[in-house]
């Protein structure tokens, strides 16, 4: 985190503009192709535009924002409720594997936390096609659950909450189960064993001990899945319906297909203070170092 | 975007960074908890491996499906001929080609300038650096449509002509950040004074940077540029605003599948895979000799 880097200041220069010149091609690129289009953004979402084919005119049209909220409501509301599940989803399910790991993975750690990795190298929309032939009516999951006794016959999974759920919870479940194994791994586990010299039992010390020192992987995690899963229209498009739709959704199809860029941008910009306002949040208690993955 | 969506960032275990050091999550005595315990918790991480890996068996068992229509999603029959065919739809493979080419190009260009930034935050102290780190994690927690989204309003706004240019401009942007942070969270703590004492020996600083400075920051390098690889292949959302007409291999996959889904997508997907897991295992694997020496 960030309080040890002082720790580690060797030969640190003092320098005065070479590191400036160092930064200069990174920083500059960024500065033109993130930070001034965002600008540009802010200045779109405060435009009006006359027709569809028309150029936005900037105008102060603070109305683009409260349509943004009092429209898409539900959209916005879908994408939070359902990123905050996957969220959580991928804390459950990806914790106890990064602790089993970092615990018991032995001289195979390496191996291990290397196979978490490998989903991202195959294309993230044709994973998530893959998921639309696990799913389906008529494939051998649903025929599995539909044999279990008192199952509506008309369970489905594909074009449900559940499945757009699932497919977040998926796809960024790596994202989760690396911050929180580099956490664990930074966890001396004799203090445990001196948890258990205390009486205290395996849970107290675990619950009291690990737990809380590895909160920092936990919360990175959580920003790490949340975020691109709050801005995701793909799950929907494949696993979901329009009745699933998100905001990632309504913001793409504005932009590209019916070219209303000042509502659009209005949206996404809602979605980015929401997120900025966490990072930020997030790095005044712990740093940016976390989320560096 | 971890690290976008793709932020996606997943990365090398950390015993590759720091060599020599004593592995601290090591538990000598295995007292974590109950015997039953444990095991019930080696199950649930088999299980996560097993949810993990389910579409990726998916994905490599329907490359050799012989489906009876235009979508490879149900099972058909066996077949070899799709790996005796793998480039048989032309346009598949032309935006599989362009894909890689994207992902060369912009690569090339974020490592030369990510790396320059770690360096410069590594090394230096200088005023604002807790401020340029804040900005370069912005880029990597925005949600990936709102960087597509402001990138496109640039771009329209310039009258800038969408296509494999603007698809790289974009790919550069989100892979610099990304590479600027993982190389430093890999470069810090080293003892730059080595270097000092390369030119007190008489080297030139070229010569201490190809000496001493290169090889200590290789690993994080060629860590980062898996990593970022993989980002730039995988993205469809910064893609999907940036591209006009232009197509990279998941946009073509999602535009063809309106119509088809062939088997040679997966025959490709899994291509890909091969080659990244026979990376990974190599890189993990010279780290792993690095680490014992």
């Known amino acids: 985190m960030a309080a040890d880097t002082d720790s580690d200041d060797r030969g640190l220069r003092k320098g005065k503009w ?80 990064a602790y089993w790991i970092a615990t018991q993975g032995g001289r195979w750690k390496n191996l291990l936390i290397g196979l978490v990795v490998v989903p991202f190298f195959t294309s993230y929309l044709i994973r998530t096609i893959a998921w639309t032939s696990i799913l389906k009516d008529d494939g051998v999951l649903l025929n599995i659950i539909h044999a279990i006794p008192f199952v509506p016959l008309d369970f489905r999974l594909l074009a449900t909450p559940a499945g757009v759920i699932g497919g977040l919870t998926y796809n960024f479940l790596s994202f989760m189960i690396l911050p929180i194994y580099v956490s664990l791994e930074k966890i001396d586990f004799r203090l445990t064993e001196a948890a258990a010299d205390l009486y205290g039992t395996p849970w107290q010390a675990f619950r009291k001990v690990v737990l809380p020192l590895s909160m920092p992987g936990v919360f990175a995690g959580s920003l790490l899945v949340f975020i691109p899963a709050a801005g995701d229209y793909l799950n929907n498009r494949y696993l979901g319906s329009p009745k699933t739709s998100m905001i990632g959704t309504v913001v793409q199809d504005k932009f590209l297909v019916q070219f209303d860029y000042p509502v659009a941008a209005a949206l996404s910009l809602v979605l980015m203070a929401i997120i900025t306002t966490m990072v930020l949040i997030y790095s005044k208690f712990l740093g940016t170092e976390g989320l560096a993955v | 975007m971890v690290m976008s969506e793709g932020v996606a960032p997943p990365y090398l275990p950390r015993e590759l960074e720091e060599p020599g050091k004593p592995r601290r999550g090591s538990n000598p005595t295995g007292r974590a908890g109950s015997k039953w315990g444990r095991r019930i918790l080696t199950a649930f991480a088999c299980l996560v491996y097993l949810y993990l890996f389910l579409p990726l068996i998916n994905i490599i068992v329907f490359t050799f499906n ?155 390098i060629v860590a980062a540029a898996l990593l970022s690889f993989a980002l730039s292949l995988d993205d469809y959302i910064v893609t999907d605003f940036t591209k006009g007409e232009f197509t990279t291999f998941p946009i073509q996959v999602n535009n063809a599948f309106r119509v088809s889904f062939p088997p040679q997508v997966n025959v490709l997907a899994t291509m890909v895979l091969i080659v990244s897991v026979l990376l990974l295992v190599l890189t993990s694997v010279r780290g792993e000799k690095a680490a014992s020496r």
């Open chain 1, 18 to 97: 070479a590191p400036y010149g160092l930064l200069s091609p990174g920083i500059l690129w960024l500065v033109l192709f993130f930070l001034v289009p965002v600008m540009i953004l802010i200045r779109t979402a405060l435009s009006s535009k006359a027709s569809r084919f028309a150029n936005p005119e900037f105008s102060w049209q603070f109305s683009n924002f409260s349509s943004a909220f009092t429209d898409y409501g539900p959209q916005f509301a879908r994408s939070f409720l359902f990123a905050g599940i996957a969220t959580v989803s991928a804390i459950l399910i990806g914790y106890p594997l």
């Open chain 2, 66 to 220: 012989d489906p009876a229509g235009r979508y490879n999603i149900s099972w058909d029959g066996f077949t070899l001929n799709n790996w005796l065919d793998p480039f048989k739809d032309r346009e598949l493979t032309d935006a599989f080609v362009r894909s890689l080419e994207v992902a060369v190009l912009s690569i090339s260009i974020a490592l030369i300038m990510g790396s320059l930034v770690a360096i410069a935050l590594a090394r230096y102290r200088f005023t604002g650096s807790r401020g340029i780190e804040i900005f370069l994690v912005l880029p990597l927690t925005t949600p990936e449509i709102v960087l597509g989204a402001s990138l496109y309003q640039l771009f329209l706004g310039r009258n800038v002509v969408f296509g494999f240019s603007t698809v790289v401009i974009a790919h550069v942007m989100f892979c610099v950040s990304f590479v600027a942070l993982t190389v430093k969270a890999r470069v810090r703590g080293f003892d730059w004074t080595l270097e000092d004492a390369a030119m007190d020996l008489g080297a030139s600083p070229w010569r201490s940077f190809r000496k001493i400075t290169f090889p200590l920051i290789l690993p994080g």
